[in-house]
């Protein structure tokens, strides 16, 4: 009789201790409670594995005529854009179809998440998908989730938004947008001078909004029915920050993984926020952090707004001899040269994400890959072939695989709502929608692929 001898169980959180310092441990088999031995390795049950979910928004639409497939289904007719992608066809779905809330133009930015048109007269500002998974998910990583741009900070109170992610009191989170400092944010270890700085801010801070709180609570009772429900807003936005405040510091004297430094090269030139961005070095830098990231489970949720909606804010690889910035190609009154340059400048960000996503396939996690337990979604705003519409979005969902999704190849969901993509996600992350999921506009899963 053949008799395999049990393994200790590994606690997720388990640290290497020695010399004065600890380590945390990447994902290992012997975390999960049907590790055996290296002949049955594999048979690990998904749900031990953390769940993920990476959502990706590159605004101002894409060339669908050498986007989209012609035909259905996962043995579709592969085109010119999705050709960096053929080795992975098996690994993502095309979805065509979906349509969001809003008048079109270039303000899809804020409803990408949201699934609301809160740019309109009157609009609430409402939470984002990922903080709202994040509410859910968030209390088990360092970083509750990870908002990430082209441009650095919220872009409110401009045209054009930098971030995706809207906190539940509709307050704009700041996007990071250096591979670099967003390396030292998630890695770099904190001293001891440093730590106690942090823990005396935390203090100082924490003091501000306990009398903010005990004054606008004060004052409540002396205002009328519109002022009280604006006060209960700020209010609910002081519980928010002081909530993110505790869990910070709850992290703060953990240890950060240790992972091999990155060896970034000229900081300016990965700085779009300064001249001489090297922009395909950047990009991939930025997939190699992302992916560091969800492989040291720092977050298990990421928004990142890759291309902006307006000015594009990758400089349209102007550095590979395109003569045309993004937007302009995308109102190219059918010239055929910025048809053929729009096609190509789509190419180069698809070998990008080919490369994003070959990274996660790379990475051996518990039964599969790190791909494999990450949903990963591609998406814009905007639809159309020579205009900003709010129908017929470029839209792809990848991974997944061990959290149950079935890919389709190309799949066509006609005049549905992309907040059903979102909705198929938190039904993939098993986490329950929350009430007033996108406004409410969302009515459904895509069945399709789970």
């Not at 640290?15 to 049955?40: C, E, H, Q, Y």
């Not at 002081?238 to 240890?255: G, N, T, Y």
């Not at 550095?319 to 302009?328: E, F």
Request: charged share 25%; proline share 4%.
């Amino acid at each position: 009789m053949n008799i395999l001898k049990r393994r200790p169980i590994l606690a997720r959180r388990t640290f290497l201790k020695g010399a004065g310092i600890s380590l945390a441990l990447p994902w290992l088999d012997a975390m999960s409670t049907n590790s055996r031995s290296v002949s049955t390795a594999g048979d690990i049950a998904a749900n031990e594995t953390p769940r993920r979910a990476v959502f990706c928004f590159f605004g101002l639409g894409i060339n669908g005529r050498d986007f989209t497939p012609a035909d259905t289904g996962v043995d579709y007719t592969v085109t010119p854009i999705l050709k960096p992608l053929e080795e992975l066809r098996r690994e993502f779905t095309v979805v065509s179809g979906l349509k969001l809330t809003y008048s079109g133009g270039h303000v899809g930015d804020r409803t990408f998440l949201t699934g609301t048109n809160t740019r309109s007269a009157g609009a609430k500002l409402r939470v984002s998908c990922d903080q709202e998974l994040a509410a859910a998910i968030g209390r088990q990583t360092r970083f509750p989730s990870l908002s990430l741009g082209i441009k650095r900070g919220t872009g409110f109170g401009g045209y054009y938004d930098q971030t995706l992610s809207w906190s539940p009191s509709g307050t704009p989170i700041p996007s990071e947008n250096r591979p670099h400092v967003l390396f030292d944010q998630l890695f770099r270890q904190d001293t001891a001078e440093s730590l106690n700085a942090r823990e005396a801010e935390f203090v100082r801070r924490a003091s501000v909004l306990d009398s903010l709180g005990d004054e606008a609570r004060q004052l409540n009772g002396t205002l009328g029915v519109d002022d009280r429900r604006k006060l209960d807003e700020y209010l609910t936005g002081v519980r928010d920050l002081e909530r993110r405040m505790q869990e910070e510091k709850d992290w703060l004297r953990k240890p950060k993984p240790s992972v091999a430094t990155i060896q970034f090269g000229k900081e300016q030139s990965l700085d779009p926020d300064k001249s001489g961005l090297e922009y395909r070095r950047y990009q991939r830098l930025m997939y190699d952090v992302i992916a560091l990231a969800l492989q040291t489970d720092s977050t298990r949720v990421i928004a990142y707004l890759a291309r902006m909606d307006g000015s594009d804010g990758t400089g349209a690889w102007k550095d590979m001899g395109n003569p045309y910035n993004y937007h302009g190609m995308t109102h190219h009154g059918e010239d055929p040269d910025m048809l053929k340059w729009w096609t190509q400048a789509d190419i180069w960000y698809l070998e990008d994400w080919a490369y994003f996503l070959n990274k996660l396939k790379s990475i051996k996690e518990g039964d599969g890959t790190l791909l494999d337990h990450t949903l990963v979604a591609y998406g814009s705003s905007g639809g159309a072939i020579n205009a900003h519409h709010n129908h017929h979005l470029p839209a792809m969902l990848a991974g997944g695989a061990r959290l149950g999704v079935k890919h389709q190849g190309h799949l066509i969901k006609e005049d549905v709502r992309l907040g059903n993509l979102w909705s198929t996600v938190f039904d993939r992350m098993q986490v329950p929608l929350p009430k007033n999921f996108q406004g409410g506009e969302a009515d459904g899963i895509l069945k399709e692929l789970v």
